[in-house]
């Protein structure tokens, strides 16, 4: 099944029948990726009036509640409203949900004693490319990205003139592979984030930064039509499933 999309006067055709989902889901089955030093997500049946709400128990239906972090147990999308005094929710200042992305590739460079995604491995990636968002896929791509457990790890992150570069280049929407932009212990700074949303100047509300994605070594670098799906939540982050499709001309 296709589709073709008016894209700034530019006609694009995808094939919505082959989506590339790159949202790592909460699965209790097994162990759920984890940072940011909280326990693990939970799913379990409601109890009314002594019963459990569970067809296995013998009620009529599955009832369950779930305990979770966005920021620590999901595939989430956030606003700036992850680092301002003043609450801004995601699902208020993300009014449009398809983009034009560019799926890039990066081996971190060891820097300071931190592995880190710098401003030149971007610029060689996105050279003259105009695009709405840029997914990130870092090296090593394994599976256990899917469960990594990362507090207290350091893990790869996003220098800051790296995020601005971003931001000067008219990229709305970030998605990375990693738990965060920032550094893992930067002393509240969060100079990637603040950088990216441009907080000391003219903030950008219509920005986001989703994290915890996970980009198949099977999915090429290139040029990908992007569905940000996010839950409603009034919140400043959300659970969300980014879904790429393959350009086809």
Not at 52 to 81: D, L, Q, R
Not at 96 to 108: C, D, G, R, S
Request: aromatic fraction near 8%; include cysteine.
């Amino acid at each position: 099944m296709k589709a073709t999309i008016e894209y700034n006067s530019r006609k694009i055709e995808v094939n919505i029948s082959n989506p590339i989902d790159i949202s790592i889901p909460i699965d209790v089955s097994r162990k759920n990726v984890n940072a940011w030093y909280v326990g693990e997500p939970k799913i379990f049946p409601e109890v009314i009036d002594g019963e459990v709400v569970k067809v296995s128990e013998g009620a009529v239906v599955n009832f369950n509640n779930i305990h979770f972090n966005p920021h620590s147990h999901i595939t989430h999308t956030e606003c700036v409203g992850h680092i301002t005094k003043k609450v801004h929710s995601i699902n208020k200042n993300l009014k449009y949900f398809i983009f034009l992305a560019e799926v890039v590739t990066i081996a971190p460079l060891f820097h300071n004693g931190d592995f880190i995604i710098g401003v030149k491995q971007l610029k060689t990636a996105l050279r003259n490319k105009k695009r709405d968002a840029i997914v990130i896929r870092t090296l090593p791509n394994l599976e256990e990205k899917k469960s990594m457990q990362y507090s207290n790890t350091n893990p790869t992150y996003l220098s800051e003139k790296a995020a601005i570069y971003l931001r000067e280049k008219g990229i709305k929407h970030l998605l990375i592979d990693l738990p965060s932009v920032d550094k893992e212990k930067d002393d509240g700074n969060l100079l990637s984030h603040n950088a990216f949303w441009n907080t000391a100047g003219e903030i950008r509300m219509d920005a986001t930064i989703t994290e915890f994605i996970y980009v198949p070594n099977s999915v090429e670098d290139g040029e990908y039509l992007l569905n940000l799906m996010i839950a409603p939540f009034e919140n400043d982050a959300t659970p969300s499933k980014p879904v790429l499709y393959e350009i086809i001309k």
